[in-house]
């Protein structure tokens, strides 16, 4: 092996602008992980809403983005997160997923794609990713069909 070839392949899905301009404790953690992994010769992929893909980031080997729902804490039956994420699965190699929401998508895409890729997920404010045991604000259709949607793609 060869300084040149990268050590593996990680992707973070970042929930908003956070990764390239931190302003919160997970934006900086995503933001210093990355660059680390980066100048540590690690490809860095990054997946962010598409609403916040004007804010490059320069370490990043790619960026892709998806269209998130109106709640954010909905990604996991986002079509697009979804669809997004397994075509990043499709173009890359990657070895590690970090992220702080879409854990279940994530996770569901990767072993449908028979990806040996370790989910890692960053705990923070952890009460908040389980709002809808308590408010369910996620339509009918949603709750249904996010499981089933994973699974088909």
């Known amino acids: 092996m060869t300084s040149d070839t990268p050590l593996g392949c990680v992707l973070f899905v970042s929930p908003g602008v956070d990764i390239a301009s931190p302003f919160s404790g997970q934006g900086t953690r995503f933001h210093h992980l990355s660059a680390g992994l980066a100048g540590a010769n690690w490809r860095v992929v990054t997946l962010v809403p598409n609403d916040v893909a004007g804010d490059l980031i320069p370490w990043a080997d790619a960026t892709y983005t998806y269209v998130q729902s109106e709640n954010p804490f ?8 979804l669809t997004t994420l397994a075509a990043i699965m499709d173009d890359h190699d990657i070895d590690v997923i970090h992220l702080s929401r879409g854990v279940f998508g994530a996770s569901a895409i990767a072993a ?9 997920y960053a705990a923070q404010n952890v009460e908040a990713e389980h709002q809808g045991d308590f408010d369910d604000t996620a339509p009918v259709d949603s709750r249904d069909t996010g499981p089933r949607t994973a699974a088909a793609i």
């Not at 449908?112 to 890692?120: G, H, K, L, M, P």
């Open 112 to 120: 449908r794609r028979e990806s040996d890729a370790s989910v890692v």
């Open 74 to 81: 909905h990604t996991d039956v986002t079509p697009s997160y």
